[in-house]
C-alpha cells in the first residue's frame, strides 16, 4: 500500500444504525475509489471520485448508500440505516491526477472491515 | 464483468518460482494487463502491469505472449508471504478507471 488510510478499521453498529468509513488518499492524489467485498466474495467497484465530483457511481446500491470527496478532507462512505447485509470489507484506493501512463495505477488502503449486528 | 480466465488455485514450494497464468483472449489494442494481489484480509497490492513488452519490477516479472491472448505472472522466489489470492485485470489506462475483479487465483506457498 502507498499510504492510503482508512478509518475506522472495525466498525460495529447496530442494525438501523449510520455507519461513516473514512479514506484518506495517498498525497497528492485527486481520484478516489471505493469497494466492497462481501464475505468469501470477490471485491467489487462502488464508486469512483474526483475532488467534490462523483464521476461514476455505477456500483453503488440505489438506496442508503452515499459517497462524497470533499475540497478539504477525507473522502466519506456512508450508509444509512445499515442491515446485517452491509456487513462487509470496505477499501479505498486511489490514484494521481493525470490521464495517461502508468500514473493511474489504484493503491489500495487497508480496508474498514463493518460488522452489523 | 471481468475480462479474464485464471486458475482457482495453486500450489508452490517455498523457493520455487510461481507462475500464474492469465487468459485474457478478448483484449484490446488499448487495454493493459494489471495484476494485483490480496494477502489475507488486507487490501489488495499492486504488482505489476504491462502492453505487450514483457515488464520486470522489484516484485515480479510479467510475460505477455506475442498475440497477447494470455499472459504470466512470475515470482521467481517465492516464500510463504507469497501466499495470497492473485488478480489479473485488463483495463485501459490514460483515464482513471474502475478495476473489475475476478475470482483470482489462490496461490499457496508451501514450506
Known amino acids: 500500500n502507498a499510504g492510503v488510510m482508512q478509518n475506522p478499521r472495525h466498525l460495529v453498529r447496530r442494525r438501523g444504525q449510520e455507519a461513516r468509513l473514512r479514506c484518506s488518499p495517498v498525497?497528492?492524489?485527486?481520484?478516489v475509489y471505493w469497494y466492497r467485498q462481501l464475505p468469501e466474495e470477490g471485491l467489487k467497484f462502488m464508486v469512483y471520485l474526483q475532488k467534490e465530483n462523483i464521476i461514476d457511481e455505477s456500483g453503488m446500491p440505489k438506496e442508503r448508500f452515499s459517497a462524497e470527496f470533499p475540497k478539504e478532507g477525507p473522502s466519506i462512505l456512508r450508509i444509512q440505516q445499515v442491515v446485517r447485509g452491509d456487513s462487509a470489507a470496505y477499501f479505498c484506493?486511489?490514484?494521481?491526477?493525470?490521464?495517461?501512463?502508468?500514473?493511474?495505477?489504484?493503491?489500495f488502503g487497508p480496508g474498514t472491515r463493518l460488522t452489523v449486528l | 464483468d471481468a475480462k479474464t480466465t485464471q486458475p482457482p488455485s495453486m500450489d508452490c514450494a517455498e523457493g520455487r518460482a510461481a507462475n500464474l497464468p492469465c487468459n485474457h483472449s478478448t483484449i484490446s489494442g488499448n487495454e493493459y494487463v494489471y495484476w494485483y494481489r490480496q494477502i489475507h484480509s488486507q487490501g489488495p497490492q499492486y504488482i505489476i502491469h504491462g502492453l505487450k513488452n514483457n515488464e520486470t519490477n522489484e516484485m515480479a516479472s510479467l510475460i505477455i505472449t506475442e498475440d497477447r491472448k494470455s499472459s504470466t505472472l512470475i515470482l521467481p522466489h517465492a516464500t510463504l508471504r507469497d501466499t495470497a489470492v492473485y488478480y489479473c485485470?485488463?483495463?485501459?489506462?490514460?483515464?482513471?478507471?474502475?478495476?473489475?475483479f475476478g475470482q483470482g487465483t489462490r496461490l499457496t506457498i508451501n514450506p
Open positions: 485485470i485488463v483495463r485501459v489506462t490514460g483515464g482513471a478507471q474502475k478495476l473489475v
Open positions: 484506493a486511489s490514484s494521481p491526477p493525470g490521464t495517461s501512463g502508468p500514473t493511474d495505477t489504484q493503491y
Open positions: 498525497k497528492g492524489h485527486s481520484h
